[in-house]
């Protein structure tokens, strides 16, 4: 199948900007109690001031450390968490806008059949007292679409389609490999044919030989069916391979969008340089001309932050400034946003061709 038209039409939605999602200064904090009385004596930041808009047919990668925040913007984008504050506005297709974030949970459900999710482990992901039929066809009974026979010819549909076969739609789980598994979860993801798919870390679990076939089935099912993904990863050589656009995060903020090309080749955050100083290089002669950055220390707390910028305490750049002042997150060059006091001055080395 010729999936050349589709690619360039997705491409030009990118550049049209055409959004479908906008995030606005979200924050999602998880109340501290201690004490027979349970009193609340701090909050962990877990998401704290992000931004961010993505683009119909695009896929916007998000990666980071563990314990930065990722999953936590998922279930928040999800509705699985109801966020403090900030905004998460979702373009319908007839032009209206809705703040998902003011709905109730009956009225969530409208939109949870356009806004679906692949989980992490496809494991502990699908029930494993279910048969595949039955974990696919789940969404289709609960949304009412589909029952009886048109859902048993629904769910051989979409297991064919991420290269399953239909006869083993009685199965359990645990008859399948971990890829095939995560191909289930791609399937039920796609069962109410959704527009925006968050995959959170879709791949993390998965032998690298796997995790190449998923996200090229990924990038087909998106050119086949105008598909925009969220795509949460801490492994950035996964990100480059599906990402149009890319944002590092750090315990709970944005430490740099940009379009992935500009992001990997020339990054204006030290931490996004140190990301990227893991990332393999195929061609053994350049190895040596580049050195693994190792960051010292752990993850900020994000119940007890570090003043100024939260990174300063592990970045060796850092200043006087740097533990003061807390930088904002600001174009840098164009569409190049950054949360660094001196991205104007630094030279930090991207990943070699």
């Known amino acids: 199948m010729d999936n050349t038209g589709a690619k360039l039409e997705g491409k ?18 998880f109340p501290i109690k201690e004490g027979l009385l349970k009193r609340i004596t701090g909050y962990v930041k877990a998401v704290d001031d992000v931004n961010f808009d993505i683009f119909e047919n695009e896929t916007f990668g998000i990666v980071g450390e563990s314990g930065c925040g990722k999953t936590t913007l998922a279930k928040c984008i999800m ?94 789980p645990n008859a399948f490999s971990g890829g095939q598994r995560q191909r289930i979860g791609v399937a039920r993801a796609l069962a109410l044919n959704p527009r925006l798919v968050v995959c959170d870390e879709p791949v993390s679990a998965l032998d690298v030989s796997v995790q190449a076939q998923t996200i090229n089935l990924l990038n087909e099912l998106q050119d086949e069916f105008g598909l925009t993904y969220i795509f949460i990863a801490h492994d950035l050589s996964v990100v480059e ?57 752990e993850v900020a707390d994000p119940s007890n932050p570090p003043t100024g910028c939260y990174f300063n305490p592990r970045c060796s750049y850092s200043k ?27 030279n930090l080395s991207g990943v070699t061709e």
């Not at 030009?12 to 904090?29: A, D, F, G, R, T």
């Not at 533990?323 to 950054?338: F, I």
């Open 12 to 29: 030009e939605s990118i550049n049209k900007k055409k959004i479908l999602l906008e995030v606005k200064n979200l924050k999602m904090y």
């Open 79 to 172: 509705s699985i968490y109801n966020s403090v504050q900030g905004k998460i506005i979702y373009h319908q297709e007839n032009g209206k806008k809705v703040n998902l974030n003011e709905l109730s949970s009956e009225e969530i459900k409208k939109y949870r059949r356009e806004i679906r999710m692949i989980f992490q482990d496809p494991q502990s992901s699908l029930n494993p007292r279910l048969p595949v039929l039955d974990i696919i066809g789940e969404p289709l009974k609960v949304h009412k679409i589909a029952r009886g026979e048109k859902l048993k010819e629904r769910v051989a549909s979409l297991m064919r389609r991420v290269g399953l076969r239909p006869e083993y739609m009685r199965r359990y």
């Open 241 to 297: 391979h599906i990402s149009d656009r890319v944002a590092v995060m750090y315990v709970g903020k944005f430490m740099e969008t940009a379009a992935k090309e500009k992001l990997f080749r020339a990054p204006l955050h030290p931490y996004t340089e140190a990301l990227l100083s893991t990332v393999p290089i195929p061609d053994p002669r350049m190895r040596d001309k580049r050195d693994r950055i190792r960051l010292e220390g």
């Open 320 to 346: 006087q400034v740097c533990q003061q002042d807390r930088p904002e997150l600001r174009e840098v060059k164009p569409d190049h946003y950054v949360a660094c006091h001196f991205a104007d001055e630094l």
